[in-house]
């Protein structure tokens, strides 16, 4: 995936969809196109009982190279809250996108909930 | 840093062998740092597990044997050379010079040799494929030359002889034992014993031939050799493997004038020195008190004092016990003490049972008080208690036979209690009961850091049972809750979990998180209250407050694969199936371009479903008659069958209609792990019924009942439960079996490890479920009949629920699919593509790629 060579002004918050669409404590799948005009496959989240509540993060896992991550199992390690791969089960932080076993990051993106809208910064 | 200490150490100590004993010295010998120690090892490698090297055939690598690693030696300051074998050693000069001429001063040499095989010297002897068995380089010569062979010989049928000949047999040899005494295994055990032992090994279709001796090895005709016998007798075989016992390499001592024994060994006095004060030998190499040792425990000893007399410290080798248990071609053989009765005035108690194969035997002294030796085949149950009895001097019962007699009412057993601070626990590591209270006292909390602190178990491993028991007995006195948390998020065990859940009412994940958790939760406990959850209750798990705490292979309701696909396996009850249901799985594999395969289970998988194909392939399978098969959950998978009586003319029931009614019975039933049963019609056995959770092979007067078989990575054959059960009851037995198992089971754990971890075992399960003896049955009973009683296929209720459906979805906010899941054809079929056969392509419509397909 190249990297937008865009200015961040660029972005806006936009609107993915309807909280209704959210499933709690577990994770949906969303497709955006990046400043580059790319597709992005984004997992977005929803866990009430934690402080932020939504987090967004990319959707490919790196390791099992498959776009999976939303059918990952959330929950927290050491209090940080996780998504682990379905594949091969490493826990990838929701807030960092650090993979907390191997030397793996992913995306993270700014995502909010505005009048019952789940919206995200790109 | 390291140099100012090189500079201060005094003192160096050359070992040379990095063997297990070697091995052992060094760690003894490293703890103290003020000693400069280099190992000198002729092998390839560092010191490795030769006791388990038979475990090389069974997948295990050079590194899982390996006991140490060069970087291990490099911490604890070790030097070490390998390929450097010593050819000279100069006790004036003090040093060792090596086959490459590079010399070593030392103050105080360690002679760790061991010991090599004896090949007879039989004309011919030294061809290819005439093979030893002592290295993991001697079994890659196996290995190789198995590869080009059908037929192998052992020669010499004592312990290792059989090991070997268990090796060769598994390497898929016919295999033959040709032993020159009159009996197997002539050290250890006695003529009685060794006659039960050969039909034993016979049995498994290893030919045994005693009281022969090879006189020549010929070319053969049939084989590759031929073995000519003394008695005008002859065998073909194709490779020979030498097993007539072990010689200490003493080489050393003999050119460099150290003492040695008549028949061999290298002197040594208690503290392990040889003649020359300066040089120790230790391990297989030494001989103490006339006596070589040739098993571990003994090396480790001497190894230990070895190393406590070189830092100036006491100690002394005393002797040691040669008992062993072991299990040989999975036949169990213990030996203890004097087993052949040698001692003056002894008395022997014996015990023979033909039929089942178990012959047991004990020596006494002549007033009947102590216990001298034993000998136990086919069944090692009593090995524990007896050996205690004999190493601690412990008075015997009035009636001595009762330890081995199997009805004896009141059969007297030794509680772990009852054994002496003194008493040796594991002889591998001289660790006693009072070293492992020690390890409790300071600060051990489950058997695992008893096991880690003292080592104890991790020999040759013959001990672990009673190490559990007197570590656990210790555990309960002191009130210690014994430590089995799930995560870090519950301090719970599964069992204790399922007691709350059931006991408490507890119906959702939240409500147990909120009373006995902290945190969010995570991928352990979630899928586990999810089992629990579903045990209990039974609920349909895609329920709203189940969602997520399922699998990914839960929530979707089938096997993800590599890519992000998924897998679709409907169930086949038995492996019975319509030819018009056939035809509906071709034609919807057609439809969606599945990959299609019959499985291990015997029945049919189709692969390569993106999750938003999974409900429109379902709805088509469940049109025409289809239920989900639960290839996905930790439940039942299949119930394997043969056609049975029905067609095949050796069938003594109906193994098909049974196998049937079983799968439909505990279809759903959420558990530890996922179960699998097999049903055959005879005793030939054609469903594999004993390598699953729950075997059941047919009998004239009804159904054998066998628990606790698996495949998979560690295949273990099930025990039999009960014998010519009717229908009737044999359902009731397997439902109390699978709920207790699902009550008591940890988590992913299968029957097999339940069973073996079960404390009491196979006869404990019985009297749970024979003779009720917790009286739990009826409470079983009413559980699994909630259970069956609510049976729902999972994809059907799915099905008919939108807002499950919406999960299906590839995305909340479009109907494109994954462009990274692409396929090419193989064999006229699809499968994944792998990194460089991908292209890159722009997002497609998702329902323009189903109606292609359609
Ligand atoms: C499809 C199949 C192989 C095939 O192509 O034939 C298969 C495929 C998988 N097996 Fe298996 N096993 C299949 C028969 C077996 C058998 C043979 C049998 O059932 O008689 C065994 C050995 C018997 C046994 O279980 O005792 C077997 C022992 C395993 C194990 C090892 C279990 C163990 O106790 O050691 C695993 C790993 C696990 O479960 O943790 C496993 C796990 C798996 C998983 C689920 C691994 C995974 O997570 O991706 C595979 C995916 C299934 C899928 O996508 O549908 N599979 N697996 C077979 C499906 C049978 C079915 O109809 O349901
Ligand atoms: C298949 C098998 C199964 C066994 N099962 C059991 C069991 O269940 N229980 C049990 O208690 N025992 C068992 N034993 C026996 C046990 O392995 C030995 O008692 C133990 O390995 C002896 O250790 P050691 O260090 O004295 O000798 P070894 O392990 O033989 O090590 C000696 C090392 O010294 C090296 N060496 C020799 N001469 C020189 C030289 N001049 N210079 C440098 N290096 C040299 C050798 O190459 C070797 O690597 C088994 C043995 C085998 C082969
Ligand atoms: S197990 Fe027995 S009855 Fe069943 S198919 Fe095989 S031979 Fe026939
Ligand atoms: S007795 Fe061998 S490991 Fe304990």
Known sequence: MTLSTKATTDKTWKTICGTTDLVKDSGISALIANSAGEDEQVAIFHIPNSEEKIFAVGNYDPIGEANVLYRGLVGCIDDEPVVSSPLYKQHYSLKTGRCLQEEKTIAVYDIRIENEQVQLFY | MSTDKQLLKKFKVVVVGNGMVGHHFVEEMAKNTDYDITVLSAESR???DRVHLSEYFGGKTAEDLAMTTPEHYEELGVNFKTNAKVTSIDKVAKCVTTEKGETYHYDKLVLATGSYPFVPPIPGKDQDHCLVYRTIDDLEDIAASAKVSKVGVVIGGGLLGLEAANAIKQLGLQTHVVEFAPQLMGVQIDGGGGRLLRQKIEDLGVQVHTSKATSVIEKGNTSRYKLCFSDDTELETDLILFSAGIRPYDNLAREFDLDLGERGGIVVNNQCQTSDENIYAIGECALWNNFIFGLVAPGYAMAKVAAKHISGEEGEFTGADMSTKL????????????????????????YENQPEGVYKKIVVSSDKKALLGAVLIGDTSEYDTLLQYMLNAIELPESPEGLILPMAADKPTLGVDALPDTATICSCHNVTKGDIIASIDAGATTVGEVKSCTKAGSGCGGCAALVKSVADNEFEKRGVEVKKDICEHFAYSRSEIFDIVSVEKIKTFDELLESHGRGLGCEICKPLAGSVLASVWNDYILKKPHLSLQDTNDTYLGNMQKDGTYSVVPRIAGGEITPDKLIVLGEVAKKYNLYTKITGGARVDLFGARVEQLPPIWKELVDAGFETGHAYGKSLRTVKSCVGSTWCRYGVQDSMSMAIDLEHRYKGLRAPHKIKFGVSGCTRECAEAQGKDIGIIATENGWNLFVGGNGGMKPRHGDLFATDLDDDTLVKYVDRILMFYVQTGDRLQRTSTWMDNLEGGLAYLQDVIMNDSLGINAVLETQMKAIVGTYQCEW???????????????????????????FVTEREQIRPARGAEKIDVTFIDATEIVAEEA
């Open chain 2, 46 to 48: 560092l010191a490795y």
């Open chain 2, 796 to 822: 059907k209720t799915t099905l008919e629920d939108p807002e499950a459906l919406k999960r299906f979805q590839p995305f909340v906010n479009s109907d494109k699919a994954d462009s990274n899941i692409q």
């Open chain 2, 327 to 350: 299990k040989l071609m999975g036949v169990e053989v213990g030996s203890i003490g004097d087993a052949h009765g040698k001692t003056e005035g002894s008395l022997t108690y014996t």
